[in-house]
């Protein structure tokens, strides 16, 4: 719980995911104290990140809003559609394929509202669905794979 708060990179901007509302609380409450550009999800069927599978809470300095997955990912999924794996070496080879752009459309829409989440954080977009846009524009160009290979 203490990693995002301790970075040792000193990040200016954070998208943070948490497990809980009540840790969202406690994260927003110790960011609002610094000069961070700070945004937190979660997802109150679980999930420490945009899932798609229901609403998302966001939380940042601008205040706290419920987003809809048509919102953010522009269609709901299941979990099924989006599980991950039984295991490490299972969950490495989806996040692979989906970096390749061979994931499926679930897989990709939640890792690209994910993503446009957090340039939505640096605050050099006009709004959410340009960040949307440009994390499209990197999936399907294979600059997101090949960042990840660099």
């Avoid at 899932?51 to 522009?74: Q, R, Y």
């Avoid at 499926?104 to 605050?123: D, F, K, P």
Wanted: aromatic letters at 10%.
């Amino acid at each position: 719980m203490l990693g995002p708060l301790v970075n040792p990179a000193f990040a200016k901007s954070q998208l943070i995911g948490v497990y809980s509302l009540e840790m969202a609380r406690i994260y927003n409450y110790l960011f609002q104290q610094t000069d961070k550009r700070f945004v937190i999800v979660h997802s109150p069927d679980g999930y420490d990140e945009i899932s798609l599978t229901g609403d998302t809470k966001v939380i940042s300095n601008i205040g706290e809003h419920n987003w809809t997955p048509e919102a953010l990912g522009k269609r709901k999924v299941t979990p099924q559609d989006i599980y991950g794996g039984a295991t490490t070496e299972e969950a490495a080879k989806i996040f692979v394929k989906v970096l390749k752009g061979e994931g499926t459309w679930a897989q990709h829409s939640v890792v690209l509202a994910n993503a446009a989440m957090g340039l939505n954080c640096l605050g050099t977009y006009k709004d959410y669905d340009s960040c949307f846009q440009a994390a499209v524009e990197s999936l399907e160009s294979g600059k997101a794979y090949q960042s990840f290979k660099n």
